[in-house]
């Protein structure tokens, strides 16, 4: 198994966010998260990530596994440089007053110094040709969708082998939406491994392997997408009907 999140319980302060949730993801998945606001989607990604106070939440129960191993101990940055795996936050965070090639090159801070970067970018270019169009722009003058995209790319060039996403869709055209989407499948398709979080579920469960349905930071369903969409209660909550 790559992750292994184990009866997690997380708190905010004194409030509890997660109520011993479990869930797994294999090398090669595509595993979604889906559930309303405050269901405790992006708290599970954050703990993931480790990332450190004031944004990070405080685990106070169970364990998270990457690869077998406890990271609960583990720094952010080892995360991403030793472990190997990249967060997508929700808001794309890049830098607007820097151009698309130096938020990329930020990326690689960590990276090996043999490290074939040109072949990288390259890559990064492939996935998303219109930030090779801009890449001498400052990532401020991009469009929504094309700052989304600077955001996946800026994660893969830390040279991830699995990638989190937090509501990669959000606030993006429809068109642009199913763009992204296909991205991340042909990425899966090429062996990057990823666990999403997104509010339109059934555009997650569309590309999604299995899934799992958070409820106010429990567990409330889980399966294969298929199963998960055939699902009458996932259906009128979160399928319209």
Avoid: W
Wanted: glycine share 10%.
């Amino acid at each position: 198994m790559l992750l292994s999140v184990e009866n997690l319980e997380v708190k905010y302060g004194n409030i509890q966010a997660l109520h011993g949730i479990s869930f797994n993801v294999k090398e090669g998945e595509i595993v979604t998260l889906i559930g309303a606001n405050g269901a405790g989607k992006t708290t599970s990604l954050y703990s993931i990530a480790r990332l450190a106070p004031p944004e990070a939440p405080k685990v106070v129960g169970g364990d998270i596994r990457f690869m077998g191993e406890s990271i609960l101990n583990t720094a952010p940055s080892d995360v991403v440089k030793n472990l190997k795996l990249a967060l997508v936050p929700e808001g794309r965070h890049i830098f607007g007053n820097l151009t698309v090639m130096e938020n990329l090159e930020l990326a690689t801070y960590s990276r090996d110094k043999d490290a074939d970067l040109d072949k990288d970018y390259q890559r990064i270019f492939d996935l998303f040709p219109r930030l090779a169009e801009r890449r001498k722009q400052r990532s401020e003058s991009l469009s929504g969708g094309e700052q989304q995209m600077l955001a996946v790319g800026r994660a893969l060039m830390t040279g991830c082998r699995a990638l989190m996403l937090d509501e990669p869709s959000m606030g993006l055209a429809p068109v642009l939406k199913y763009e992204l989407f296909r991205t991340l499948k042909k990425l899966n398709e090429e062996g990057m491994t990823l666990l999403l979080v997104e509010q339109n579920a059934k555009l997650a469960l569309d590309i999604a392997h299995r899934g799992y349905v958070l409820d106010t930071g429990t567990i409330a369903a889980s399966g294969t997408s298929e199963e998960l969409a055939g699902n009458p209660e996932v259906r009128k909550a979160y399928l319209g009907g």
